[in-house]
């Protein structure tokens, strides 16, 4: 069973900078290292439904995001430290979500909110002025 908590959310102005950091653990105590889980992160907004930001691959050889993000936002990960980051720049209001991060076994670009394994309870961001 894989735990994971996220963190780093908070009050940010518009055209700033936050980074999320995802923790995981448990991952020993299964059949799958932390390494070979793909993990990614998802968003959702007040009144809207859950959307996925950006998944990156076990070993950090892919990564993929949303049209909403890209450019702006970084997916990282330190598998020795069982951690995932996203680091989010150029921040705008519409950016403002809960973010979570969730793991599946498996990469692909696709990568619905569905299919996923494990998931955190999630870290408010909110971009206002």
């Known amino acids: 069973q894989l735990q994971l908590v996220e963190s780093g959310g908070g009050l940010v102005q518009p055209g700033g900078s936050l980074i999320l950091s995802c923790g995981a653990s448990g991952s020993t105590n299964g059949r799958y290292g932390f390494g070979h889980y793909a993990i990614a992160w998802f968003r959702q907004a007040p009144g809207k439904e859950r959307e996925g930001v950006s998944f990156i691959s076990p070993t950090a050889t892919g990564a993929t995001y949303s049209d909403s993000v890209k450019g702006r936002f970084t997916i990282s990960r330190d598998n020795a430290r069982e951690m995932v980051y996203l680091k989010m720049e150029s921040l705008k209001p519409e950016d403002t979500a809960v973010y979570y991060c969730?793991?599946?076994?498996?990469?692909?670009?696709?990568?619905?909110?569905?299919?996923?394994?494990?998931w955190g309870k999630g870290t408010l961001v909110t971009v206002s002025a």
């Open positions: 969730a793991a599946r076994t498996y990469y692909s670009l696709d990568y619905a909110s569905e299919t996923m394994d494990y």
